[in-house]
Every structure is written in structure tokens, then in C-alpha cells.
């Protein structure tokens, strides 16, 4: 059994304008589904602490590294800068509304040769508690964050 999930967090609108693409990134926690050959299916979740304002994508990488082996993981699972991404997000404020595009994103990879990781079903639709998370369990309201994930299960979406 193998596994890769492929990750994306952008705050289009600090990258296009500032070149900061983790900037207003509210996001402190990561979860995904972890099937170990054999094993029984367990939902996972990953204490990345902060990672915005001047943050890097290899800064963001190195959060989910520790996290990783924080939960015993690291010799399972691996994680790794992948390919660039560019978003786009559309911001409406008082009637007017502008477009923002940055081609800043990196992918976070998380890799397993032993394991299914999944935050997807067959169908592609989301599992329940799987994805991005804050520790307060409120979403602050921002403007232009942007956020995937996609794995390899067979749905169509990697």
C-alpha cells in the first residue's frame, strides 16, 4: 500500500501584492486519515504551530516535518517540497471587487510506502475532520486564502 498527499495553502492576496504567499495563513493544524498495511484506518492530526507573516514554504515544510515526527510517524511517512502552484481569488469589498493572482505556491508532499493517507473518498469528496484546521476552532475572516488537497485514492484528483 502507498500513499501521497499532495497539499496547498496560499494567501493569494499577501503574495500577489507583497510577495508573502503564507502571510495571513490562520491555519495551526493539518489532519488526514493514516491506514498503515494491515492496520486499522486512524484520523491523524498534525500540530504545525504557526506558520505566516514572512514564513517561507520551506519554513511551512519543516512544521509539518516536526509534526510528523512528533506523532512517531517519520518512519512511515515523509514530507517534501513539491511542484509549484499558482491561485487565483476574487476579494469584494463595499461593491468593488478585485482580482488577485500569485504563482508564489509550492506543494507540501506527504509520502508513505507502507500506508494509505487520504483526505478524500473514492468519490473526491472531503472526509470528515480531514484538511486544515486552527486550534481556537475559529476560521478568522481573511480575504484571498486558498486552500487544496488532493490524494492519490483512486478518485481522479492527483
Do not use: H
Not at 497539499?7 to 500577489?16: A, R
Not at 495551526?28 to 492530526?45: A, E, I, K, M
Not at 486558498?146 to 481522479?156: C, I, K, T
Amino acid at each position: 500500500m502507498t500513499g501521497i498527499l499532495q497539499i496547498e495553502i496560499m494567501d493569494v492576496y499577501n503574495g500577489d501584492l507583497y510577495g508573502q504567499p503564507l502571510s495571513k495563513n490562520p491555519f495551526d493544524q493539518f489532519s488526514f486519515y493514516y491506514t498503515p498495511d494491515g492496520g486499522n484506518t486512524r484520523l491523524v492530526t498534525l500540530e504545525l504551530g504557526t506558520v505566516n507573516g514572512d514564513a517561507t514554504y520551506a519554513d511551512l515544510l519543516n512544521a509539518f516535518q516536526k509534526a510528523i515526527a512528533a506523532k512517531s510517524l517519520n518512519s512511515v511517512i515523509t514530507a517534501e517540497l513539491g511542484g509549484s502552484f499558482t491561485e487565483r481569488c476574487y476579494i469584494s469589498t463595499y461593491g468593488y471587487g478585485q482580482q488577485y493572482e500569485c504563482d508564489l505556491g509550492r506543494y507540501i508532499v506527504l509520502k508513505s510506502t507502507s500506508a494509505t493517507i487520504a483526505v478524500k473518498n473514492m468519490d473526491n469528496m472531503g472526509l470528515p475532520n480531514a484538511g486544515w484546521y486552527v486550534s481556537t476552532g475559529v476560521i478568522p475572516i481573511l480575504g484571498g486564502i486558498v486552500w487544496d488537497m488532493m490524494n492519490d485514492n483512486g478518485a481522479g484528483n492527483y
